[in-house]
């Protein structure tokens, strides 16, 4: 008797440990069954944050679910999903940058995506979207209205872009940042044409062609500051036209490299003549 009672004391600690372990392992296994089959929890609405430009029904597709079906049945258990496959999924989609899915209990699916930025259009047998960086991520869909207010680039073949993505890349940038000066003007300065392209040619530098009239404005190589000046004697020259003249325009060759002040200016129907 004495040993049973010995063997109690001794024992009883560990035997009431086991028995709470196993009735909160019960517990755990009902709650966990209890949340993971309740129709409280089953997915009745998705809630999409940062979608501009991506149609909602891409990324409903995406993710598999879509509002339509889960008005006229609840969807699966919101506990039973698996939000780090459905946010890979998201960034998926070339013009989402980053995805993340949360839960909103107890019946909504919560999606924050993070878009590209566009920068650019870029032509390249078809026209694609790039980010400031010069990356193309998508192509474009221009009756969407996709690229509106954007500057168009070109002369950098699809062949040249997917054998050296960086290099081409550089190009492209570089017809952002003169975009970006054919953009500034000093107070004073007569407006400039309308831009319409800027073409890069890995012989001519950089050439701009105006939007109504498809002027050709060639300013050559250098960097943004040495455009800045090439410009400026474009203004002076531009200003120095009648509006007739101005009409009859047809290409402006601002890129002397011993003579940074010189421009040329070739009309319709004459010669070239300089200014």
Known sequence: MQLCRQWLRQGMPALIAVLGMGVLVTGSCVGHHVITTSSRFAVRAIEIQGADSVPLARLHALIGLRPESLAAKPGPNIFELDLADMAEALESEPRVATAAVRRRLPSTLVVEIEEDQPAALVEMDGMYLADASGRVFARALIERGDGEGLPVVTGIPREDYSADPQ?????????????????????????????????????????????????????????????????????????????????????????????????????????????
Do not use: C
Request: no cysteine.
């Open 167 to 275: 290099a081409a890349e550089a190009r492209i940038r570089r017809a952002q940042e003169a975009a970006r000066a054919y953009a500034e003007q000093d107070d004073g300065a007569p407006a400039r044409p309308t831009l319409g392209e800027v073409h890069v040619d890995r012989r001519r530098g950089i050439t701009f062609f105006t939007h109504e009239t498809a002027m050709a404005v060639r300013v050559g190589h250098g960097n943004p500051e040495v455009l800045r000046a090439r410009l400026r004697a474009f203004d002076l020259a531009w200003q120095s036209l009648s509006p007739e003249e101005r009409a009859r325009v047809r290409s402006v060759y601002a890129d002397a490299r011993k003579q940074p002040d010189r421009v040329t200016i070739s009309f319709a129907d004459e010669a070239d003549k300089s200014r």
